[in-house]
């Protein structure tokens, strides 16, 4: 066997820790979403399945069209995203400054890592119960859900991003004169903030469940109050649309923060 024959064959799709051309990447990213509308229309408009248990994509765009006439879409979009976002942004203004200190300072991090294991392995629907009782119904509890399901892993990910900042360069920083507080506000914190944009992205994603689940518990309005009603009717178009929506919605939260990420650390992409 020649050395030509048991070396790596050339390839463009099979390419291993390396990127792909431009070109095949949209396209692959376009089939990733129109295949799978494809086969939904095939499926349902082929008369397999009653449109009940499986509605057409015509059926679903119809749904979502009845629901903006009537005012419930903007309504409930409103207010899940609303939830969302209060309950997150709280997660992270707690879980940046706890998460940084315990990857920064052991001390800090033999106090808090143990009952952050612990209550991270709680799952946070579990919660709902005490939480309507010490907080009653309206929206404090569904914020509280989604702060307590999403704190403690964007506290645990920053944690573990700050100590993979390379001690090369803190200690670098001590050479060039620089003081605990100057490693720790202009070497650590710029090091982590590409990490702590992933761990936000990867995360948001737990808030969308769980206000779906706290909105089908108790909830006036919002897009889980809505998939109940629908629910109980038996109204699968309705359904299908409010995770339509809420799919786009968790999907372009995603592009955002990518963008953010973009623009904003140049220096950790390139």
């Known amino acids: 066997m020649t ?7 050339p390839t463009v799709f099979w390419r291993l820790a390396e990127g792909i051309p431009p070109g095949l990447s949209w396209l692959l990213m376009a089939l990733s979403v129109l295949v799978p509308l494809l086969a ?4 349902s408009n082929a008369g397999v399945i009653s449109p009940r248990f499986l509605p057409t994509p015509q059926m679903v765009v119809t749904a ?3 629901l903006w006439q009537q005012g419930y879409l903007g309504q409930d979009t409103f207010a899940s995203f609303f939830r969302v976002m209060v309950g997150f942004l709280l997660a992270g203004l707690v879980a940046i400054p706890v998460g940084i200190a315990m990857g920064a300072f052991a001390s800090i991090r033999a106090l808090f890592e143990p009952i952050i294991g612990i209550v991270r392995y709680m799952p946070a629907p579990a919660f709902i119960p005490l939480l309507i009782i010490y907080l009653g119904l309206g929206e404090t509890p569904k914020v509280a859900l989604i702060f307590i399901g999403t704190v403690f892993y964007n506290i645990l990910m920053i944690m573990d991003a700050v100590k993979f900042v390379p001690k090369d360069l803190i200690e670098s920083t001590y050479t060039l004169g620089g003081n605990r507080r100057q490693v720790l506000f202009q070497v650590i914190v710029p090091y982590v903030v590409p990490n702590m944009l992933d761990t936000f992205r990867i995360n948001v994603a737990t808030s969308w469940n769980l206000v779906v689940v706290a909105e089908l518990v108790a909830a006036e309005v919002g897009l889980g109050k809505r998939i109940a009603i629908a629910q109980k009717f038996f109204q699968t178009d309705e359904i299908f649309a ?3 929506v809420l799919g ?4 372009l939260l995603d592009l955002s923060l990518r963008l953010l990420l973009q623009t904003t650390c140049r220096w950790a992409i390139d």
């Open 3 to 9: 050395t030509t024959d048991r070396s790596l064959q």
């Open 40 to 43: 939904w229309f095939l499926l």
């Open 64 to 66: 979502l069209g009845r």
């Open 242 to 244: 409010c995770l339509l």
């Open 248 to 251: 786009v919605i968790g999907f």
